[in-house]
Every structure is written in structure tokens, then in C-alpha cells.
């Protein structure tokens, strides 16, 4: 009988104690979907990384016919004078393209993988972009210098942020008052979109959560073919 008592004991224990260690600060954790991390913010699951594996995706000859960069990069405006940061920059994708149009601005390609940046690096020496500065990031910050950044571009790598608020808060601080940021995401709202659920985001989830840190939207070009073009400033 003392045993059993004290496996019931046990089990009221365990069942108080449980959902608060899955709520840990702002973020919660459960596994549901095999793409995604088990870790969720505001309600939505955190998807896996795209490692340096998937280098040659991000280069593949279909990318601009299926993404338009060419059009986004026109949504940006980009200014001569430009400072522009892409967060999660991989392979430089569009890093070298902004490059072309900033000769007296600079171009910081930020990412976390020491696979990526040696790419950047070896593109950078190549093409003599010396408007280019190859930056390591962290999974909490950009490491980017306070008021710096005129323009932000951050492409299908927000969902993929271990700590979206940690990362965001070092964007908003990095941007200058007048700021914007570009914030790309294929569009979850639309099936037809042929990317995995976790790879995808709402117009609507994505507001709540810049919401939360700081930025408002101030249009969603919606001239891309999968994709949200959403432009946000600081409130």
C-alpha cells in the first residue's frame, strides 16, 4: 500500500511539474512535425536548418524563373549608398547581386556556418567585393554594430531561427531609425506553394511575431511568385 501510495504520489507530481518544464521563458517544447525542432514561439514549430548540404538548392539555375530575386531585389530600392545586412546569407545567393548596386554602401553577409562563410569568402576574393564584409553570426545575434543597417533582407531563414527573439532584437538594434526590413517568407497561406508546412509562413503569424519585438508592417509586395515580400519598420 506504501508503494502504491508513493507511485501515486509520483505521478501527481510529475503530472503538475511536466507542462511547466515544457514552457521554458518564450518559448515551449513538444514534438509534432519530423521538420521541425520540437521547439515553438507564439505558437508555431521552429523548422530545421538547411544545412551547408543544401548549398547547391540555393544556387540552382531554376531559382530565379521560381523566385524572382531579380524582382525582389527591385522591391528593396536599393540605394549607391546603401548598408545592407542579409541574415542567413548561405552562399551569397543575393548578397553579390546588392553588391553590384551598393558601390559606396556595404554589404554585411551574415551567417552561422563556417561551411557558408568560407564560400562568401571565396566569392568575395574572386569578385573583388570589397563592399562586402563576410560576418559569424550567432543563433541569438546578427553581431552587427547598433544604427548601422539601412536595409535588412532576411530569405526563407526566419522560420529556421533557433531564437527568433533573441536574433530579431539584434536586427532591430543594428537598423537605423528609418530602417526597413525585408522580410521574404514562401507563403503558407497558399497550398499550392510546393514547400513543406514548417518552410512556409503566414502574412498573419509573421506580423504577430515582429509585432513583438518592434516592427510594423508597412506593405506586403505581393509580386513574387511563392513568396511574401513583407516590409517592416520600426514602430
Known amino acids: 500500500m506504501q508503494k502504491i501510495r508513493r507511485y501515486l504520489g509520483v505521478c501527481l507530481?510529475?503530472?503538475?511539474?511536466?507542462?511547466?518544464?515544457?514552457?521554458?521563458?518564450?518559448?515551449?517544447?513538444?514534438?509534432?512535425?519530423?521538420?521541425?525542432?520540437?521547439?515553438?514561439y507564439m505558437g508555431r514549430e521552429i523548422a530545421h536548418v538547411m544545412g551547408f548540404a543544401g548549398m547547391l538548392w540555393l544556387e540552382r539555375p531554376e531559382r530565379e524563373l521560381e523566385e524572382r530575386a531579380s524582382l525582389l531585389l527591385e522591391n528593396m530600392a536599393i540605394d549607391k549608398?546603401?548598408?545592407?545586412?542579409?541574415i542567413g546569407a548561405g552562399s551569397g545567393y543575393h548578397v553579390f547581386k546588392m553588391a553590384k548596386q551598393t558601390p559606396e554602401g556595404m554589404i554585411y553577409a551574415v551567417d552561422i556556418q563556417d561551411e557558408m562563410l568560407a564560400v562568401l569568402d571565396k566569392k568575395k576574393k574572386a569578385g573583388n567585393h570589397d563592399n562586402v564584409s563576410v560576418v559569424k553570426g550567432t543563433i541569438k545575434s546578427v553581431n552587427l554594430p547598433e544604427s548601422t543597417l539601412d536595409k535588412v533582407l532576411i530569405v526563407d531563414v526566419y522560420h529556421e531561427m533557433n531564437y527568433p527573439v533573441e536574433m530579431m532584437q539584434s536586427v532591430y538594434k543594428a537598423m537605423k531609425p528609418n530602417g526597413k526590413l525585408f522580410l521574404i517568407e514562401y507563403r503558407g497561406e497558399d497550398p499550392k506553394v510546393p514547400i513543406k508546412r514548417l518552410h512556409k509562413m503566414t502574412e498573419f503569424q509573421a506580423v504577430k511575431e515582429m509585432k513583438a519585438i518592434g516592427f510594423q508592417l508597412e506593405e506586403n509586395i505581393s509580386n513574387l511568385p511563392w513568396?511574401?515580400?513583407?516590409?517592416?519598420?520600426?514602430q
Do not use: E, R
Open 13 to 40: 507530481f510529475l503530472s503538475i511539474i511536466l507542462p511547466t518544464l515544457a514552457q521554458v521563458g518564450q518559448y515551449s517544447y513538444k514534438s509534432d512535425d519530423p521538420n521541425g525542432i520540437g521547439k515553438w
Open 81 to 86: 549608398k546603401d548598408n545592407i545586412a542579409d
Open 227 to 234: 513568396q511574401h515580400c513583407m516590409v517592416f519598420v520600426k
